[in-house]
């Protein structure tokens, strides 16, 4: 298994890490497993057309209730939790000799909810053939 961090500069913020997911593949095909290690925080793909970052951040705000949250640590922080469970903190991904297999426009994203941060990430890979 390998280790990765992705630093955050903002308080919500989408960082493109397809590049440096692809760069620690080996050159087999395979599965890769890729888990952020974080409760605040979320993988996805994504198309990433200029600003549609900004148009899935503006979203997940507008889908959280604004409610009397009742975390003892820091209330104000409790949507970034919910976010991070309904979106996720892990993906598996296909690869073929080396590299990942996405779609036309898909991006691997880490999904920052509480940021600015330093996010620890892990990644797997199962040979298949």
Sequence with gaps: MKTFT???????EIVDITE??????PE?????????????SALATAD???????????AFEA??????????????HVPDHILSTLIGTALTLPVREGSL???T??????IELDGPRRRELTLDFLKTS
């Design 28 to 40: 087999d095909s395979g599965i890769c497993f890729l888990n952020v290690l974080h409760t605040t």
């Design 48 to 58: 990433l057309d200029p600003g549609t970052d900004l148009d899935m951040l503006d």
């Design 105 to 110: 426009w898909q991006r691997v994203i880490l």
């Design 6 to 12: 992705v630093a955050t500069h903002r308080k919500r």
């Design 101 to 103: 297999v996405l779609g």
């Design 63 to 76: 889908m959280m209730p604004k409610l009397q949250y009742r975390h003892p640590h820091d209330p104000q």
């Design 20 to 25: 440096p997911v692809d760069g620690m593949l």
